[in-house]
Antibody, heavy 121, light 112 residues
Framework: EVQLVESGGGLVQPGGSLRLSCAASGFTFSDHYMDWVRQAPGKGLEWVGRTRNKANSYTTEYAASVKGRFTISRDDSKNSLYLQMNSLKTEDTAVYYC????????????WGQGTLVTVSS | QSVLTQPPSVSGAPGQRVTISCTGSSSNIGAGYDVHWYQQLPGTAPKLLIYGNSNRPSGVPDRFSGSKSGTSASLAITGLQAEDEADYYCQSYDSSLSAPVVFGGGTKLTVL
């Protein structure tokens, strides 16, 4: 059974940093692209960024709203995905989901349960 | 302001048919990118409902169907059931540099 479990969310002050993790199981993690998608309270889904697999050189892409502040990485030996968030703003407050996809342009076929990040003073 | 436009809400009585539209542009849906649909039940993560414009993953009832034409796509739900009450999101890709993955703003389906 495919499982994605996020962790690391919490309360952080504006300007602070936080690192989210996503533990994967039930599939060959190294074969897949992995994305982060967030959802502000009461709002819709917003794509955050992507890391491709080893075959595609682990290249990353980011939404303009987080580029230069957020960094996505992965450790295939630990079946884990990470999101390092720096210079956090109040508008980054959201539930952050990790999601799996096989390749570019494909759908997100599995999602984690999400972890809440609150940026507030 | 979402790149893909969906109606904020739709409603229907049990057993009825409803449709949810998703309107894009020439840089996303109109460029030939597939549209995918997700269902988000209250308090839960999104779940893939329709992929590749009109395909259902295993386990999704055939009451759910999708279509795409030009710069728009639609999700149809027939034989509405109370458990269909949820938020629905369309998703595609965009050739712009700001965000290659784009979502609709979401549509709240209320079963009357």
């Amino acid at each position: 059974e495919v499982q994605l479990v996020e962790s690391g969310g919490g309360l952080v002050q504006p300007g602070g940093s936080l690192r989210l993790s996503c533990a994967a199981s039930g599939f060959t993690f190294s074969d897949h692209y992995m994305d982060w998608v967030r959802q502000a309270p009461g709002k819709g889904l917003e794509w955050v960024g992507r890391t491709r697999n080893k075959a595609n050189s682990y290249t990353t892409e980011y939404a303009a709203s987080v580029k230069g502040r957020f960094t996505i990485s992965r450790d295939d030996s630990k079946n884990s995905l990470y999101l390092q968030m720096n210079s956090l703003k109040t508008e980054d407050t959201a539930v952050y989901y990790c999601a799996r996809l096989p390749y570019d342009f494909s759908p997100f076929d599995y999602w984690g349960q999400g972890t809440l990040v609150t940026v507030s003073s | 302001q979402s790149v893909l436009t969906q109606p904020p809400s739709v409603s229907g009585a049990p057993g009825q048919r409803v449709t949810i539209s998703c309107t894009g542009s020439s840089s996303n849906i109109g460029a030939g990118y597939d549209v995918h649909w997700y269902q988000q039940l209250p308090g839960t993560a999104p779940k893939l409902l329709i992929y590749g414009n009109s395909n259902r993953p295993s386990g999704v009832p055939d009451r759910f169907s999708g279509s795409k034409s030009g710069t728009s796509a639609s999700l149809a739900i027939t034989g509405l059931q109370a458990e269909d009450e949820a938020d629905y999101y369309c998703q595609s890709y965009d050739s712009s540099l700001s965000a290659p993955v784009v979502f609709g703003g979401g549509t709240k389906l209320t079963v009357l």
